[in-house]
């Protein structure tokens, strides 16, 4: 009897306890939906059990988010989640210091170090520090390089059998654009030449890509993310991301290392001190010598080099590849006049596509600007963003206090796709509307957009790089790659295809990514010059 009573208060006591840690929860929950948000939580639960995987969560959002009122909070544990797909809520969110951080979740990240997923001061100084790495005169100099693997590029789509013809796949031509974007990359901040345009035996880019899937499954099943639970419960997934990360780790490794000895090689007959500037000047240092030159200052560590090496590695090819194929998908699958302006603008601007496209031509190429920008909204390469709430704060516009802890998913890929602020037609693809936004007042608007939709659209409601506090550090490296590569693709060859992009079964794999990929084929042919 004792014993049933000393449970019952037990239990009690717990129940009180969890209720108090749950507080500020129930209370923003009740602040964005009031009663409907309260009643709502088990069906949310449920819902969010059921499609726990990367290959439904996209979709299974895109569909029952209109069904209820946002932003919506979801209470996990004595975390609260909180959703968000409305251009005021992100400025929000994206300028708060108490949203800096990435969450728990992204430690499933293969790469989870490094100025990608750094905290607080840490990111601060590390972004700090590695701000003139990416500066524009060091980007434009490396047009260069740009254009010479995109000539490579171009001849491995001519020569190449299984990359030009009426049926292409999707994953051949994604694989070609990978693998050349990889060798721009290396090359660019690591100063290492590669040949992954010509040959990839060892699948380094298949790796990054493969990583990037598994972990997407560990951010949204976190459990994963211990070693032990994820050796028991997913073994086979497990050791493939070992073995994977093994390699990739082998070949960063191997090339910051090689590098590292050079460079100290050189500053030693250069200078007196790995620490002093050499003769020949260290104002302008590609991504690889910033770092050596911060670990000889004694503000970075070999082992920091290592995590900044290959997070750097990562997201300057996987998002701008991943970027440029999405976009050419867009193109082949259009059935209006868009690749034939875009070629004529091409035509006027850049006569020798196989020569040098500078910067000067790419800022005259004002149709190739709206084609990017509309298949960058469109199809959001990074569909959600993931942030950590430091300490209590108030969502803008609303009577909401976000408490410490709290989870804040910014949908990035339904914003942009959101009649609200992109009119009837928004899931179109229109390069013109992009370029309507920018006419006079006087101008008549071609795009079939109702003017005071455009006047009133939200500066947030196009993110394509993030923006705010933490925005994207290589946005403009990542745009002139795609840009000069989009110029050499589109002049010299001819895309279509008959599948039609409201087919498209979207999955989360932190790039964008299509469940139904085998079914994409395009007709990529030479361009015949009449």
């Not at 639960?45 to 946002?70: D, Q």
């Not at 380094?204 to 459990?223: D, F, T």
Request: aromatic residues 10%; neutral net charge.
């Amino acid at each position: 009897m004792h014993l049933c009573v000393a449970l019952w208060v037990c239990g009690v006591l717990l129940v009180v306890l969890l209720g108090w840690q749950q507080r500020k929860c129930w209370r923003l929950i009740w602040q964005l939906n009031g009663w409907r948000g309260v009643v709502q939580q088990p069906l949310l639960w449920f819902l969010l059990c059921i499609n726990l995987h990367p290959n439904s969560i996209l979709e299974k959002v895109t569909y029952f988010r209109v069904f209820f009122k946002r932003p919506m909070a979801v209470l996990l544990g004595t975390r609260v989640l909180v959703y968000i797909d409305d251009p005021a809520g992100m400025e929000c969110v994206l300028n708060a210091p108490e949203c800096l951080d990435k969450t728990f979740l992204q430690d499933g990240f293969f790469v989870n170090r490094g100025l990608l997923h750094a905290r607080g001061q840490q990111w601060k100084l590390r972004r700090k520090q590695l701000n003139p790495a990416f500066s524009h005169n060091i980007v434009t100099s490396f047009f260069d390089v740009f254009n010479s693997v995109g000539n490579q590029m171009i001849e491995q789509f001519a020569t190449l059998p299984h990359l030009h013809g009426k049926s292409v796949s999707f994953t051949d031509a994604e694989d070609m654009l990978s693998r050349a974007v990889l060798e721009v990359s290396c090359l660019t901040i690591m100063g290492t030449p590669t040949n992954f345009t010509q040959i990839d035996d060892d699948h380094i880019a298949h790796s990054y890509k493969r990583l990037l899937e598994i972990s997407a499954v560990r951010v949204v099943k976190p459990w994963l993310q211990s070693d032990l639970l994820h050796r028991l419960l997913e073994p086979e997934l497990y050791a493939e991301s070992k073995k994977n990360c093994q390699l990739l780790e082998d070949f960063v490794g191997g090339i910051v290392k090689t590098k590292h000895r050079n460079w100290r090689l050189r500053d030693a007959v250069g200078a007196d001190g790995p620490g002093e500037d050499s003769s020949s000047g260290w104002q302008r240092r590609i991504f690889i010598e910033q770092i050596f030159q911060l670990a000889a200052n004694g503000e970075m560590t070999l082992e920091e080099i290592m995590h900044e090496a290959q997070s750097m590695v990562l997201v300057s090819f996987e998002t701008v590849s991943n970027s440029i194929m999405l976009a050419l998908l867009c193109l082949a699958t259009h059935k209006g006049d868009c690749q034939e302006r875009l070629r004529a603008e091409i035509a006027a601007v850049v006569p020798d596509t196989r020569g040098h496209v500078g910067l000067e031509q790419l800022q005259q190429l004002r149709y190739l600007d709206a084609f990017v920008s509309e298949s960058l909204r469109l199809l959001a390469t990074v569909p959600m963003n993931l942030r950590h709430v430091s300490r209590d704060f108030r969502l803008a516009g609303r009577d909401a206090i976000v408490p410490q802890n709290s989870i804040v998913v910014l949908d990035t890929f339904n914003m942009q796709r959101d009649e609200r602020w992109w009119g009837a037609n928004a899931k179109q693809f229109d390069p013109q509307r992009f370029l309507d936004q920018d006419q006079e007042p006087g101008e008549t608007p071609s795009s079939g957009e109702p003017r005071k939709q455009r006047d009133r659209r939200h500066s947030y409601s196009f993110l394509p790089f993030s923006n705010g506090l933490r925005s994207c550090i290589g946005r403009r490296y990542g745009l002139f790659i795609m840009k000069v590569f989009l110029v050499k693709l589109i002049a010299n060859f001819d895309f279509h295809s008959d599948f039609q992009l409201e087919k498209l079964q979207f999955v989360e794999n932190i790039s964008l990514k299509f469940k139904n990929v085998d079914d994409i084929h395009l007709s990529i042919q030479p361009h015949l010059v009449s």
